[in-house]
């Protein structure tokens, strides 16, 4: 079982920034692909973001060029650093995390919620 602990969420206006982190409570972070994922009030969750252990990333399109996912495997911690917010960002983000060689398992974070509002 692996715990993940988001940290980072909060209020800013539109076009500031924030950055989430994602601790893993696991001794074999680097055989796990991270993600982030958002769920917006009455929508489905949707994947944001997510990094491969050599350093291979994907990006949704609603957030390629303002959102920068990275993660330090020395530290079991997957960052999420997000510029130029807007309204439509706010959202629950949600770290997971996905067994390289087994996708079925899957682990997931509680949320931490971030919104963009003037």
């Known amino acids: 079982q692996v715990q993940l602990v988001e940290s980072g969420g909060g209020l800013v206006q539109p076009g500031g920034s924030l950055t989430l982190s994602c601790v893993a409570s696991t001794n074999t972070f680097s055989r796990y692909t991270m993600g982030w994922f958002r769920q917006a009030p009455e929508k489905q969750r949707e994947l944001v973001a997510s990094?491969?252990?050599?350093?291979?990333?994907y990006y949704a399109d609603s957030v390629k060029g303002r959102f920068t996912i990275s993660r330090d495997n020395a530290k079991n911690t997957v960052y999420l650093q997000m510029n130029s917010l807007r309204a439509e960002d706010t959202a629950i983000y949600y770290c997971n995390a996905v067994l390289v060689f087994a996708p079925s398992v899957t682990f997931w974070g509680q949320g931490t919620h971030v919104t963009v509002s003037a």
């Open positions: 990094i491969t252990n050599g350093g291979s990333t």
